[in-house]
């Protein structure tokens, strides 16, 4: 078992913090994509990205082949932090940190918060039809569909031959997915999509809302499935602010 130095980008730590929210990745993602919400963030609230195994400095080591595994591991270490748990995912990332916050309810150890983006709620099942298999010029063609990897990249064979594997193993991930019922969360969730993101319509997010027997807000913003990149600067200080207030006390409402 990797310690929290592997899993965690430790950069943006702070000694004053009462809160750490710990960013998961998209499928194709590392913790570099959220470097740039630090400067949004305050003394009160670290920012932790989370380093999956087969990206950045962790390039070397095996693809994880367990959406729940790592679930297991991540909440494991969040669990022994002193801090204040609050857990942000985009797409794949919303799963992920949806597992975490349910192991560590289930383990007596209370989230802040937790923050989701771009991926409907989990009992609706994300992507509509495998992809992980298909052949490259299908799979490069998905890639670019969701936005998830720069033309520059795909258009560079030499590091597109080194991104496919993680990429595949990503998508493999959440295709594997199965949602299982349970008791729901005790902490509020705070939900964006994009408004032109044909895989997350706004409908498919309020699901969400049933995960959770605190408080729900959903907000909907200009763009596509990577709506987040533009709008980071918003979302960074929402979950700044929301760690501040405490709940929302509202079941469903759109911003």
Do not use: K, N
């Not at 007596?108 to 983006?117: A, D, E, K, P």
């Not at 997010?205 to 709506?227: A, I, K």
């Not at 929301?242 to 929302?248: E, F, I, N, S, Y």
């Amino acid at each position: 078992m990797s310690g929290a130095g592997s899993w965690f980008d430790q950069r943006f730590r702070s000694p004053t913090a009462r809160h750490s929210l710990y960013c998961f990745p998209f499928a194709g993602g590392s913790a570099s994509y959220y470097a740039d919400w630090a400067a949004y963030v305050d003394g009160s609230v670290e920012l932790v990205p989370v380093q999956l195994p087969g990206r950045g400095a962790r390039m070397t080591e095996p693809l994880a082949t367990s959406l729940d595994a790592v679930a297991d591991e991540v909440a494991g270490l969040i669990a022994a932090a002193p801090t204040v748990p609050l857990l942000f995912g985009h797409s794949m990332g919303a799963i992920l940190a949806f597992e975490t916050a349910r192991r560590l309810r289930a383990w007596g150890r209370g989230v802040g918060y937790l923050f989701v983006s771009g991926r409907p709620a989990p009992p609706v099942v994300r992507p509509l039809r495998p992809v992980s298999s298909l052949p490259l010029p299908e799979f490069v063609g998905v890639l670019r569909d969701y936005g998830c990897i720069d033309e520059e990249i795909l258009a560079h064979d030499e590091l597109l031959d080194l991104l496919l594997p993680m990429m595949r193993s990503d998508f493999s991930l959440i295709e594997r997915y199965r949602y299982r019922p349970g008791a729901p969360l005790d902490c509020p969730i705070l939900a964006w999509c994009g408004d032109r993101d044909p895989e997350v319509p706004p409908e498919a997010m309020r699901g969400w809302g049933d995960e959770t027997c605190s408080g729900f807000e959903l907000r909907v913003r200009p763009g596509g499935h990577f709506f987040v990149t533009e709008h980071r600067e918003e979302v960074a200080q929402a979950v700044r602010h929301a760690a501040r207030r405490g709940t929302t006390g509202e079941r469903d409402a759109t911003v």
